[in-house]
C-alpha cells in the first residue's frame, strides 16, 4: 500500500491506556499522512457461556446507560485528537467488538485500522480470545497493532 493513499485511520478503543498508546499512534500516522482519524468504541453484549443446551446466556444490560457513557468518553478522546490538529470523528457501536470494528473500517473505506493488543497468552487468551487477532484477520485493510511495552527483565 502506498503510505500516500492513507487518508482515513479507524483507532479502536476500549478506553485503556494502552488504547491510548494505539491512538497516540495514529496520531503520528494522521499527522504524517495527512488522514483523519476515525474513533471508534464497541459497547459489547454481555454474554456468558452455560452448558447445555442453552449455550450461551446474554444477560440484559441497560444498552442507553452503557452507549450514553461511551459517548462521553468518546468526546474526551475526539477532543484530545482535535487539540493535536487532527480531523477527528467518533463513533459507539454495539455488538461483537472484532466484526463491528471490520465492518466500521469496510463502511467507512478506510486505509488502515489502528488497534492496540494486550499480548494475552494461554488461559487468557484462550478464554478471551484477541479482538486484534481477529480484526487481523478478517479485515480488508491493513491493520497495525500496538503491543503493550513490557519492561525489560533484570
Same mark, same amino acid.
Given at each position: 500500500? +502506498?503510505?500516500?493513499?492513507?487518508?482515513?485511520i479507524v &483507532?479502536?478503543?476500549?478506553?485503556? +491506556?494502552?488504547?491510548?498508546? *494505539?491512538? +497516540?499512534? *495514529?496520531?503520528?500516522? =494522521?499527522?504524517?499522512?495527512?488522514?483523519?482519524?476515525?474513533?471508534?468504541?464497541?459497547?459489547?453484549?454481555?454474554?456468558? *457461556?452455560?452448558?447445555?443446551?442453552? +449455550?450461551?446466556?446474554?444477560?440484559?444490560?441497560?444498552?442507553? =446507560?452503557?452507549?450514553?457513557?461511551?459517548?462521553?468518553?468518546?468526546?474526551?478522546?475526539?477532543?484530545? &485528537?482535535?487539540?493535536?490538529?487532527?480531523?477527528?470523528?467518533?463513533?459507539?457501536?454495539?455488538?461483537?467488538?472484532?466484526?463491528?470494528?471490520?465492518?466500521?473500517a469496510d463502511?467507512? @473505506?478506510?486505509?488502515?485500522?489502528?488497534?492496540?493488543? @494486550?499480548?494475552?497468552?494461554?488461559?487468557?487468551?484462550?478464554?478471551?480470545?484477541?479482538?486484534?487477532?481477529? %480484526?487481523?484477520? @478478517? =479485515? @480488508?485493510?491493513? %491493520?497495525?497493532?500496538?503491543?503493550?511495552?513490557?519492561?525489560?527483565?533484570?
Amino acid at each position: 500500500m +502506498d503510505p500516500q493513499s492513507i487518508k482515513r485511520i479507524v &483507532v479502536a478503543t476500549d478506553f485503556s +491506556d494502552l488504547s491510548r498508546e *494505539a491512538i +497516540d499512534t *495514529a496520531v503520528g500516522l =494522521a499527522r504524517q499522512f495527512g488522514a483523519t482519524i476515525d474513533l471508534v468504541h464497541v459497547a459489547a453484549e454481555l454474554a456468558l *457461556a452455560a452448558p447445555p443446551p442453552m +449455550d450461551v446466556v446474554t444477560l440484559p444490560v441497560n444498552p442507553g =446507560a452503557v452507549v450514553a457513557d461511551a459517548s462521553r468518553r468518546m468526546a474526551d478522546e475526539e477532543g484530545r &485528537v482535535r487539540e493535536r490538529g487532527i480531523a477527528c470523528e467518533s463513533s459507539v457501536l454495539m455488538g461483537r467488538s472484532d466484526a463491528e470494528i471490520v465492518a466500521h473500517a469496510d463502511a467507512t @473505506h478506510s486505509d488502515l485500522i489502528v488497534i492496540a493488543t @494486550h499480548g494475552r497468552t494461554g488461559l487468557g487468551h484462550a478464554l478471551l480470545g484477541s479482538v486484534a487477532e481477529k %480484526v487481523v484477520q @478478517h =479485515a @480488508h485493510c491493513p %491493520v497495525l497493532t500496538v503491543p503493550e511495552r513490557r519492561s525489560p527483565q533484570a
